[in-house]
Structures are given as structure tokens and as C-alpha cells.
């Protein structure tokens, strides 16, 4: 099934009220900002697209995230990154839909080649790295590099990171389905 923008619209509007995670902003507040962070960097409307969707996996799973009893945190990944790609590919193209698909993976690259990346990360982010299989290896590193839209990927794992502001201002969500409606493909 293919997701219309007004479905997409209505999915974050109420869906993406929950927490985000374990950080401090919601899952709209973090979408939106994450947006407005691409945006603001003169990103192409594209990468703002993928930016203000990323995560929208999380909001499209149909098996929640298994947490464990002593802390609270996640026992396993939920593999966000690849859930929304089919509601979505009817509507988008790669320039959207890679850096999606490939966020995760930036931020495990991120930690091979990037000194201070990992203390950079909150501890929930941190988490959740190693439940998706922890930093690259060499061989990793240079695949991930040989892939389109490996750089727009970790640009977009930046915003993703920079993104749990409480309280942000950011432009409402109708500017950004603007934006969608932009790069639409159908």
C-alpha cells in the first residue's frame, strides 16, 4: 500500500506525538526538526524530504519494539529504516528514499571514521547502535562509501543526531508537505 501525502501528513500529526525513544522531544518534534536542520543547511528539497522522514518506520511497524524489564530500553532493532520504504517508494525516488534507507548504516559509519562521533551520541542512540550491529569495519567503511547517496546519508545521520532539541522552533508540518509535495514523483 502506498502512502498518499495527506496519509502521511495524518500519520504524523498523530502518530508522532509519542516520545521519542528515551530523548526529550517528541517524534513530530524530532521529525520536524531534523527537517528545518536540512533545510537550513540549503539541502536539496529531496534530502529535506528524507530528513523530515527517516523515521517514519517507526511509526509504520506493526511489531513493537520488544524493551526489556530492568531498564527500559529496546532488547532489539526495529529495522525502522526499511519499513517505510514500500509505502513509500510509489511516491518518492532514490534521492529521497536512499538516505531513508541508509541513515542507520551512516551512523555506524560514523563511529569508524569519526574520533568523537560516539561520544557525541545520547546514550539512547548509543543503544541503539549496538543493537543494529555497532561501528563499521574497514571493508564496511569503503562499501558504504561506494553506495549513491552515501554522503546525503550521513549529512542526513547528522541532522538526525542534532534533532531532540526540547522546545525548537521549527516551520509547521504544512511547509514540509509542501516540500513533499515538491518532490513527489507520482
Not at 561506494?146 to 531532540?164: G, T
Amino acid at each position: 500500500m502506498s502512502l498518499s501525502i495527506p496519509d502521511i501528513v495524518q500519520l504524523l500529526s498523530s502518530r508522532a506525538t509519542t516520545w521519542y525513544g528515551q530523548e526529550a522531544v517528541s517524534q513530530l518534534d524530532h521529525a520536524l526538526q531534523c527537517a528545518y536542520l536540512a533545510e537550513s543547511a540549503n539541502e536539496t528539497p529531496q534530502t529535506v524530504a528524507a530528513a523530515l522522514l527517516h523515521d517514519l518506520g517507526h511509526m509504520l511497524s506493526t511489531e513493537r519494539t520488544l524493551v526489556t524489564e530492568q531498564d527500559g530500553k529496546p532488547a532489539k532493532d526495529d529495522l525502522h529504516q526499511f519499513v517505510a520504504l514500500p509505502f513509500l517508494r510509489s511516491r518518492f525516488g532514490d534521492a529521497v528514499l536512499e538516505p531513508i534507507k541508509l541513515h542507520v548504516d551512516a551512523k555506524r559509519y560514523l563511529c569508524a571514521v569519526d574520533a568523537g562521533y560516539w561520544d557525541s551520541l545520547s546514550a539512547a542512540s548509543k543503544h541503539s547502535l549496538e543493537l543494529q550491529g555497532g561501528r563499521f569495519d574497514a571493508a564496511q567503511v569503503l562499501a558504504f562509501e561506494a553506495l549513491p547517496f552515501y554522503a546525503e546519508a550521513v549529512r542526513l545521520r547528522r541532522y538526525d543526531d542534532l534533532a531532540k532539541v526540547p522546545g525548537q522552533i521549527t516551520p509547521p508540518l504544512s511547509h514540509y508537505a509542501d516540500v513533499m509535495h515538491q518532490v513527489s514523483t507520482a
